[in-house]
Every structure is written in C-alpha cells, then in structure tokens.
C-alpha cells in the first residue's frame, strides 16, 4: 500500500482550484458512451478537480456502481420526489423495480461491496434543474460546507451519479460513494479552502460568507451520526477568520445541530459574505481520535459575489440529502 497516498499529492502546488484538474477520470474505461455515463463523468471529473487541489486521491468510477444508480434512477423517475414520505432510496416492486435498497441495487449491478471493510454514501439531490451539467453541481455542493466531507471523502473505492426528471418534472440527481471503511488514514486532514488558495467564492449557496470546513479521517464509528459525534471532533480553540479584523463564524460540529448533518468535519459559516480580491486567515486547533492539530491557513477572495438561482438551498429547505452505511440512517 502508498503510504498516505493522500497526503502526498499535497507536494504538486496549485493556486486555483481549476489548476488541479485531470484529463481523465480513473475507470472512465469501464463506462459505456451513454449520456447518463457521461453526466457522472463530468460530474466525478469536477469533484476530482477539488480532491486533487487539496492533495486527495482521486475517486474512480465503476460500471457496477454506475449501473445500478442507472437502475435506481429510472426507478425514482416514474415517482414523486416531492412527497415528504417517499423513501427515496428503497423500492418496491412495481415498473422499474430493481433491488430494494443501495446494496442490493450494487450487487445486482456486479459492485462487490465488502460489508465490513466498507462505507457507502448514498446521495439525492432535487431541485437543479434538468440542464444542470454535473461540473455545476459539484461547485454549487462545495458551497454547502455540510457536504465537503463527502465530496472530499478519504480513500473512495468507486462512485456512480444519475441525473434525471421524476413524474412532475422535478429533476433530481441520485449518487453512490463506496470508500474504505474503516479508513486506515484516520490520522490525515484537509481544511477547505487550502493554505495559498485564491479566487476563493465570496459567499455561501445559504447566503453566509464562503464555507470553511475542516475534514478528518476516520476509524470506525456506530450510531446515529446526525444525532453524535462518533470521532469526537471537537475545536480546542475555535477558528478564527481574519483580515483587517476578526470576521463573525459560526462553527458547527457532528451532532450539534439537527439541521446540519456532519460526520467527518467541523464547518464554519462566516455571518456575511467576505469582500472582494482580501486576504483572511484563517487559524485554531482541533482534536479527534486521529490526533491534535493547529493549523493557519491563508487565502484570497474572488472580485465577483456569484450567485446561483437554480440549485441555491437554505437550511430550512435543504435540496440534498444523505444515507450513510453502515449505519444508514437518513439525515438531512
């Protein structure tokens, strides 16, 4: 095994996000020429672009995974995505029915999921809006500092997204994240944005400054993780986001907040969006059971205040929601 392969890639220097972009997307080989393939393509593509820049490995895609979103996705367009007591990841037997849940829906596809030594996010997504591109997701995801830590997940195995339209018209994107779990690098980290980042967002998709997050490996955990703090991340001196001036950040951690759902990472929110083309720092220390770490990192905001209004989400009516197995409770 590379020892830390993910710490490593850290050594290649990038100033832009857009910098650290592949041509390829590992196992892209596996994959037919269908448009769906194609969407998750574009979409891993992205999210590679982000993982690269903070010197994370790349996620691969896989056809089994592939396939059986590809399943589950047909599956949900003949539902109604809008109803607040459908369970969006089961199905019942009916049109389209394939497996009734994520990992039956893996086996059928010819993914050999390890119960054990893996985890799964399970993703859906409504509301972006059926021209969505899945580079457009990923940059409007990494503006909810809340999804970081799937996005930027240590160790992927293989992933698979589709894009689609339910009944009435309401698109929706449905996704699967295997990684290695427990993770043998429980001891690594990432902050987002990086230390000498620029052109960083000046705002949040909720409407607070640019998200802050800090991500940590794992080992294993039980229980509900919307509900606990299953590594017990935990800040021995809160962050603080500077410039000519302390700027105002609330900070949120697994477990604190019903609304916000966390696992591997502690997020802040600064309380308004920063201006344009400054320089922050950001600096503190925490601790988990990987270790006790203080870090400063320094970046530079964009000129522009961007805002999107086709995928914007709030706290109050998040579009994205998340199952994490094991254990597999939903959270929003």
């Known amino acids: 095994m590379l020892i830390l392969l993910t710490t490593l890639l850290a050594c290649k220097h990038y100033d832009t996000v857009d910098e650290a972009c592949a041509d390829d997307v590992p196992g892209e080989k596996s994959l037919d020429d269908s448009p769906a393939a194609a969407w998750s393509l574009d979409f891993t593509l992205r999210q590679n672009c982000y993982r690269r ?107 698979g997204w589709s894009h689609g339209v339910d009944a009435l018209g309401l698109s929706f994107v449905y996704g699967n994240l295997v990684y290695d779990f427990p993770s043998s690098e429980f001891k690594t980290w990432v902050t987002y944005p990086q230390d000498g980042q620029k052109d960083v967002p000046r705002a949040s998709d909720s409407g607070f400054g640019t998200p802050l997050s800090i991500v940590v490996g794992s080992t294993t955990a039980t229980g509900d993780y919307n509900g606990e703090n299953p590594y017990a991340l935990e800040l021995v001196r809160v962050p603080q986001l500077v410039a000519v001036a302390p700027v105002a950040t609330a900070w949120t951690l697994p477990g604190t907040n019903e609304l916000v759902p966390l696992r591997y990472s502690a997020i802040g929110e600064p309380l308004k969006p920063l201006d344009a083309e400054t320089e922050y720092t950001l600096e503190g220390e925490f601790r988990w059971e990987g270790g006790q770490k203080d870090f400063q990192v320094t970046f530079t905001t964009a000129a522009d205040l961007d805002t999107t209004e086709t995928t914007a989400i709030s706290r109050e009516t998040a579009r994205g929601v998340r199952k994490h197995h094991p254990p597999g409770e939903t959270a929003r």
Not at 102 to 117: F, I, M, V
Not at 135 to 148: G, I, N, Q, T, Y
């Open 53 to 159: 820049y903070v010197g994370l490995s790349q996620v691969p895609v896989h056809y089994g995974v592939q396939y059986a979103v590809d399943q589950h996705g047909e599956y949900l367009a003949l539902a109604d995505l809008s109803d607040p007591g459908i369970e969006w990841g089961t199905e019942v037997a009916g049109p389209q029915y394939y497996a009734p849940d994520a990992l039956g829906r893996l086996a059928a596809g010819g993914y050999a999921y390890e119960s054990g030594s893996s985890g799964l996010w399970e993703v859906m997504w409504t509301g972006a809006g059926p021209d969505v591109t899945g580079a457009e997701l990923v940059d409007e995801m990494m503006l909810a500092p809340d999804w970081h830590e799937i996005l930027l997940q240590f160790e992927p195995l293989a992933a």
